[in-house]
């Protein structure tokens, strides 16, 4: 998508997209161990919700208690080396939008 695209949307178009908490921690169970590692990586990478994340560790805790050797702290901490280091220290939003306007 580039930035010609964004000029076709209009406000009335976007929608609002909620996360539906409860329906998370509903379904936590049935999720595998990794995609409940992956949802803790996004918490962690992200800040993106911290609430699911505790749901999630507590659902490893109790497979972990139940038996299920996946070793999930290690999943965890590899998946987080993977990722690139975010640094908005030389953030500004003016370079960001007249990048943009040039684009043009």
Known sequence: MNFDDL??????EIEEVSLNIELVRKNIPTYNSQKL???IVCDRYFGFNQEISIMC???LGKR??????????NYIEESMKGLPVLDFSGF????????AINQK
């Open 57 to 59: 560790m507590e659902e």
């Open 37 to 39: 590692c992956e949802m």
């Open 92 to 99: 500004d939003i003016r370079n960001i939008l007249n990048q």
């Open 64 to 73: 972990r208690m139940a038996g299920d050797n996946f070793e999930f702290e």
């Open 7 to 12: 000029e076709a949307f209009n406000d009335d």
